[in-house]
């Protein structure tokens, strides 16, 4: 079991920028973002991987947000620029012990969740 615990969350402008981070107990394992608004269900965010460092990142957050690991801290850090009101939600860190998850985007690979950082763009 990956113990893990998120921090960064917040309230922002529209246009303005956070930076979450999710700080991982153990080996380092392939780590996610995952969020969760009312009325749009559960979304794969960005993930890394942690044999080679692959990233990717879902079509609506391409562009504005960057998936990062400190290996040394065994730390993932999501830096979101650009913010807009539709990225309100509660964003979740997930890690996957077994490594590669594919497709990267699947929830139920993901065995590990953090409890959960709001994110509010206004």
């Known amino acids: 079991q990956v113990q893990l615990v998120e921090s960064g969350g917040g309230s922002v402008q529209n246009g303005g920028s956070l930076r979450l981070s999710c700080a991982a107990s153990g080996s380092t394992v392939t780590m996610a973002w995952f969020r969760r608004a009312p009325g749009k269900g559960r979304e794969g965010v960005a993930s890394i991987y942690a044999a080679g460092g692959s990233t990717y990142y879902a079509d609506s957050v391409k562009g504005r947000f960057t998936i990062s690991r400190d290996n040394a801290k065994n730390t993932v850090y999501l830096q979101m620029n650009s913010l807009k009101p539709e990225d309100t939600a509660m964003y979740y860190c997930?890690?996957?012990?077994?490594?590669?998850?594919?497709?990267?985007?699947?929830?139920?690979?993901?065995?590990?969740w953090g409890q959960g950082t709001q994110v509010t763009v206004s």
């Open positions: 997930a890690a996957d012990p077994n490594g590669c998850p594919r497709p990267w985007y699947l929830s139920r690979l993901y065995k590990d």
